[in-house]
């Protein structure tokens, strides 16, 4: 009887050690994840992203991993899955989209089943509107290796949208979505996790690089998103595009933003119409910034914030 009890105590011990084996493994470290990961913080992995191309994050949970927005390529997309399968055992649970763009929503697929996706209201009719029916084929012809990665292509859209805020609590983590108007897409989500004050900031700001307004984009609504992030005070700030770091990144676009709208400003005020504007406007300060010919898409918007009544 004494060794039956023995025996199913050592069982449960091993049960148990097997379960927590399940849910992380601890001795992988970034760099076993390959050249193109960096751990942030603890359980928290980017795919540290190529010049300005667009980041993917692994969040382990206790209850399986949420990443937030699923790589440039499919061929990252790839690379983030086969990541995840060295980290942890348990399907992703969640996929967060920050925007709605392909080249931070083309891999949902790959992720899900059993993903559940997330991103604002919005964010389908959006994905459903731009869908290039041909994409897969497009994608295929890129490079063998593009054809193998886009296997099983198909449009997947959120399964939840949200409105204004949500909390999500995965396992013993917090993800608290904060919907931003205005400033990229048709569905910008912030994602501030208060815990380990990381944030993920969407296509808002953007280190040393220009970036692409769309015509709906108002750039007070883009500063207005900076101060509500800079507010929140994260240790870590992840961009939607480009490197990690901290809030620097916001205070870098600001003064690009504020600058521009100075010097647009001035222009307007003398009489010069938007095409006078875009072929005079100078921002050598900014000269080494990535996709200059994004340019007019920012005098475009400053003109239409200087010139609002
Ligand atoms: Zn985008």
Redesign the pocket.
């Known amino acids: 009887m004494a060794k039956t009890e023995f025996r199913s105590m050592n069982t449960s011990v091993l049960v148990a050690g097997l379960s927590c084996l399940a849910l992380f493994t601890p001795s992988v470290g970034a760099q076993d994840l390959g050249p193109n990961f960096r751990r942030i913080k603890d359980g928290i992995y980017v795919q540290s992203s190529r010049e300005v191309n667009?980041t993917s994050t692994i969040v382990l949970t206790e209850e399986g991993p949420v990443l937030i927005d699923t790589g440039q390529t499919l061929l990252d997309s790839r690379e983030v899955m086969q990541a995840v399968r060295k980290l942890t055992q348990l399907p992703v649970r969640m996929v967060i989209n920050t925007?709605?763009?392909p080249?931070?929503t083309t891999g949902n697929f790959v992720f899900s089943p059993p993903a559940l996706v997330v991103n604002h209201a919005g964010a389908s009719d959006a994905m459903r509107k731009a869908f290039d029916p041909d994409r897969a084929n497009t994608l295929a012809k890129q490079s063998p290796e593009m054809r193998e990665a886009a296997q099983g292509y198909r449009l997947v859209t959120p399964h939840v949208e949200y409105q204004n805020k949500a909390t999500l609590r995965v396992g013993e983590r917090v993800f608290e979505l904060i919907h931003m108007t205005g400033v990229?897409?048709e569905a910008d989500t912030a994602v501030w996790l208060p815990n380990e004050r990381v944030l993920f900031a969407a296509?808002v700001a953007l280190p040393g690089s220009i970036n692409?307004i769309r015509p709906f984009v108002r750039i007070p609504d883009m500063l207005a998103a900076m101060k509500m992030m800079k507010s929140l005070n994260p240790d870590v700030v992840v961009p939607?595009?480009g490197s990690f770091g901290t809030t620097k990144i916001f205070d870098d676009n600001e003064r690009y933003y504020t600058l521009l709208l100075e010097r647009v400003g001035a222009l307007a005020r003398s009489g010069k119409t938007l095409d006078q504007v875009k072929q005079e406007l100078r921002m050598p300060e900014y000269a080494d910034w990535s996709y200059q010919e994004r340019m007019p898409s920012n005098v475009e918007a400053a003109y239409r914030a200087v010139t609002a009544r």
């Open positions: 667009s925007e709605v763009h080249d931070h990229h897409s296509s692409n939607g595009h």
